[in-house]
């Protein structure tokens, strides 16, 4: 027996759609401020669960700064902070050309699904137009839940009426896909794009027999 084909795509963004690291901004705002230890702001900002914070929309970016600046009494000023905070992300071309390519041939629906910020995501849709091919989105901030928590993918699958087991997950987190697949949704764990790939067709050639 088949199992159910996929209808639609849930993807991630950050390391799946683009790629980010946050030491670019731990280091940066390190060397500004030079006697700022990147390990301490990275320690401290875990610890508190201020990225948690800001990626469930309970802690604006101008506090965030200011509970940063205050504790290791920074210099920097808001813009440069912020800039800092934003220029993380670069390309993941490979998923680019993937991208384009299943949104010419319009098979299935595409979704976004991300943790994420305001301040990030404004960044992200100015530097990565390719994003923009996908218009339905559920984004962290906005439901004030953030993946793996299953109350995320539960409300992606309410808002657009979706099948979890015709509905499939491409994301860079080992939690996130136990989490939607406990649901029934079907997951890609995305490592490297080669494997990314054979695990793609394999899913649809699966959903077509």
Known sequence: MTSPGIENIIFD????????????????????????????LKRFILDKKLDEKLFKGTLTHKDFFRIIKRKFNLKIGYNDFKYFYSDIFWANLSMKIFLEKIYRIKKYKLFLLSNTDTVHLKFIDKNFPYLGMVKKRVLSFKVKAVKPQKVIFKHILKKYNLEPGKSLLIDDMKKNIISASSLGIKTIHYKNHKTFLKRFSALAKDSEA
């Open 13 to 40: 963004i950050g390391n799946t759609l683009i790629y980010y690291d946050f030491c670019y901004f731990y280091d940066r705002v390190a060397h500004l401020e030079k006697k700022l230890n990147p390990s301490s």
